[in-house]
């Protein structure tokens, strides 16, 4: 299994610009959610996914989209960057989400919004 | 709403103890642990849930006081390895978002 997935690994944007995140994961779980991380800062939750078809928003939803047409990948979309969302993202998978249970953690996407 | 770790930051000496806490203000269902290298991604080290019990993974443990809405992670004789900064992770409910607190940065020296 290759776990958690994401491309790209690193990534830079002018103001304004949009692109997609992309996460995969190989273990057929139903959970899946999107975190930025900022320097020195704890993981903040954007939006998360119970299952194919079903999104919801976490606390910093603002400037991003999300979708879930399949269980093993969960994109994520910033519609027109800002300064303000360069971070690390990270992409994590959970095998249902019912409490109990670990989350994978994929590698990191590293963003830079000039 | 996010919980409170304490310390932000502490430096042992390998061999040293040294203990992270996590508090909550409101009604936890259980308290998640990682530990994150720098650059790298968290990795998960255990859970523990309302309850008050209490889990080891190698020299590492931690305890859930439910009454105090508090987790203790216990570092014990602390090997270089154990560096890198800690978070605890709260589920109010069972199947509830994660929400993490700002981390600990632990640092080991020879």
């Known amino acids: 299994n290759a776990g958690v997935t994401q491309t790209p690994k690193f990534q830079v944007l002018k103001t304004g610009q949009s692109m997609t995140l992309q996460c995969a994961q190989d273990?057929?779980?139903?959970?899946m959610s999107w975190y930025r991380q900022d320097p020195g800062m704890g993981l903040r939750l954007i939006h998360y996914?119970?299952?194919?078809?079903i999104t919801d928003q976490g606390e910093v939803p603002n400037g991003y989209n999300v979708s879930r047409s399949t269980t093993e990948d969960f994109p994520l979309r910033l519609l027109s960057a800002a300064p303000s969302q360069t971070s690390v993202y990270f992409c994590a998978s959970t095998p249902w989400g019912g409490g109990q249970e670990t989350q994978y953690f994929g590698p990191g996407t590293r963003l830079l919004v000039l | 709403q996010q919980p409170v770790q304490s310390p932000q930051a502490v430096i042992l000496r390998e061999g040293e103890d040294a203990v992270i806490n996590c508090s909550s203000s409101k009604a936890l269902y259980s308290v998640h642990w990682y530990r994150q290298k720098h650059g790298e991604a968290p990795v998960f080290l255990m859970i523990?849930?309302?309850?008050?019990e209490q889990k080891g993974h190698e020299k590492i443990s931690a305890s859930f006081n439910e009454k105090k809405q508090q987790s203790s992670l216990y570092l014990t004789a602390s090997q270089l390895s154990y560096s890198g900064t800690y978070f605890c992770?709260?589920?109010?409910?069972?199947?509830?978002?994660?929400?993490f607190g700002g981390g600990t940065r632990v640092l080991v020296k020879p």
């Open positions: 996914s119970v299952g194919a078809g």
């Open positions: 273990m057929n779980h139903e959970y």
């Open positions: 523990l849930l309302k309850g008050g």
């Open positions: 992770g709260t589920e109010k409910a069972a199947g509830n978002k994660l929400t």
